[in-house]
């Protein structure tokens, strides 16, 4: 049996969403994701990014991806690596593949100077779990994923003034941003024309996708959305126990009062991620999370997600939405330099 890793080309993308259709995640929360419109979008994302192919005999039987971006390490910025989009077939799993996609992957990026690498598991995820601490990452932070319902819209009462964004608000979301996440490692320090570039790299994401709320002239709050059902198809295969229980809480609250339709296996989720967001004032950014929210009811959205410290006072912000949570872990593997290890972190909602 002939095995080889290269660089995925346009040709394979058929190949590589027959096959990716066939590798649904997880083994208490299963998902089944497809990259749309193509395979490729996915990573196109990333201003720097590689997808990589495993073959048995000539045969697409795996594929990883991997990007490299600034992150603050240790308190300073550097260049971290971040895998994601790992899948291999199911007739090909425990031979190695996915331990020989993540080596080339380290090297790709070490090659281009990368401090660490880093890879985010859903809760319950095992078998990617065990592959990846045998890959010598180590866990390093859980993380909140909010799933918030967005099935009626919500009075946004506030005297702060919201609004898109113009090209000229740059410069203040930029130091919004950065000086909201002061302190956390691997977040992606970021000024006016980084963010100007990731709006103009990201399809389906404008300045019209980013809202601010000001008081005084002054920029108290920044929220922006993007519509994930863009990028990913995503079908719920099967819900962990915590999402069942939420169901049945959900289902029970019913009787009461209107409540959302909870997530069920099969159905293929609509939904919308709030990336970046940051604020001086809590207030102002739970407005602005509902205003998002009442696009979403408008587009036809079932949720959307908003990813932080599970204890960040963002969390509640999110406080008036109906809301199923689930833990992502965050895994670690220093090449040359690590994460303060007690310090919060922060990485971009583009990564779930
Ligand atoms: C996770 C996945 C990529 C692993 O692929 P693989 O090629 O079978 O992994 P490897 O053969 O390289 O396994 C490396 C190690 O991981 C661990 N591992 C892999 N699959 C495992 C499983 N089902 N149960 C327990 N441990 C497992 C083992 O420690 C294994 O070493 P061993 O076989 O010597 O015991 C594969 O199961 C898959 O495609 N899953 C569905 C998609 C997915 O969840 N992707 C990851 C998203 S983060």
């Not at 779990?129 to 919500?154: D, N, T």
Request: one cysteine or more.
């Amino acid at each position: 049996m002939r095995i080889e890793i290269r660089e995925a080309c346009a040709g394979d993308g058929a190949n590589l969403t027959a096959l990716q259709t066939r590798c649904p995640q997880g083994t208490s929360i299963i998902m089944r994701i497809v990259n749309i419109p193509d395979f490729f979008s996915r990573a196109r994302l990333y201003a720097r990014s590689k997808v990589f192919v495993a073959l048995r005999d000539d045969e697409i039987v795996g594929s990883a991806a991997c990007a490299l971006r600034e992150g603050v390490v240790d308190g300073k910025p550097a260049p971290v690596g971040y895998l994601f989009q790992l899948f291999v077939a199911p007739e090909a799993r425990r031979s190695g593949l996915a331990g020989q996609l993540c080596r080339r992957r380290e090297e790709y990026l070490e090659e281009r100077g990368a401090v660490l690498s880093y890879t985010l598991i859903m809760e319950g995820n095992k078998p990617s779990i065990r592959y990846i601490e045998a890959q010598g990452y180590e866990h390093r932070r859980r993380l909140r994923v909010s799933c918030l319902y967005v099935h009626e819209k919500l009075d946004v009462e506030t005297d702060a003034r919201i609004r898109t964004a113009s090209a000229a608000d740059l410069s203040a979301v930029a130091e919004l941003l950065n000086t909201t996440w002061a302190g956390h490692e691997l977040r992606e320090p970021v000024s006016a024309d980084s963010l100007a570039a990731v709006i103009g790299r990201i399809p389906g994401y404008e300045l019209d996708n980013l809202l601010v709320a000001e008081r005084d002239s002054t920029m108290t709050a920044c929220a922006g959305y993007w519509q994930w059902d863009k990028f990913m198809d995503i079908t719920v295969e099967s819900l962990s126990a915590r999402m069942k229980l939420d169901a049945l809480r959900i289902k029970a609250e019913r009787l009461l009062h209107p409540m959302p339709d909870s997530l069920k296996p099969g159905q293929r989720v609509r939904q919308m991620m709030l990336t970046p967001m940051a604020f001086t004032d809590p207030n102002d950014l739970a407005a602005l999370v509902r205003t998002i929210g009442n696009i979403g009811v408008d587009v036809r959205a079932d949720v959307m997600y908003a990813l932080s410290e599970a204890d960040s006072p963002l969390v509640n912000t999110l406080a008036d939405y109906i809301h199923a949570d689930s833990d992502v872990h965050v895994y670690i593997k220093p090449f040359s330099r690590d994460i303060r290890q007690d310090s919060p972190i922060i990485v971009p909602g583009t990564d779930l």
